[in-house]
């Protein structure tokens, strides 16, 4: 049997019964402090989905891809949250951001929540000159 970093495996404790919009103020307060796998911990579903252009990752390490090349594209990144919405277990955040030399205009993630975590994060954004 295979094994999972304790990052994922711990994450089985949190509480289910937060709600939508709990877990995604949680995510998005993690990711603030810049510290994704505490977001992982907290939040995501151990086998959640993570889409975006560059295809589908699964559980964690689909999670930490996807905003390691964020901060890769995005060098020194500065989020700033222009939208939030929530609807029963889905949420739909848009953002901007600024980086060394590049900005986000168009930012725009949706967040399916299932008994207390992510199950499915979908982001799309693009990465301009400043």
Do not use: Q
Request: aromatic share 6%; net charge positive; hydrophobic share 35%.
């Amino acid at each position: 049997m295979a094994t999972s970093p304790a990052f994922l495996t711990t994450a089985r404790r949190w509480p289910r019964d937060r709600t939508a919009a709990e877990v995604i103020l949680d995510h998005l307060d993690c990711r603030n402090r810049g510290d994704v796998r505490e977001d992982i911990k907290r939040n995501y579903a151990w086998n959640a989905r993570m889409m975006s252009r560059r295809g589908v990752g699964r559980g964690g390490p689909g999670v930490i891809r996807e905003a390691e090349e964020l901060a890769r594209r995005v060098p020194g990144i500065e989020i700033r949250i222009t939208s939030f919405l929530v609807e029963g277990d889905i949420g739909f955040v848009e953002w901007s951001a600024r980086g060394r030399g590049v900005r986000v205009d168009d930012g725009a993630d949706t967040l399916v929540v299932d008994r207390g975590r992510i199950a499915c994060h979908t982001t799309s954004y693009t990465v301009r000159r400043a």
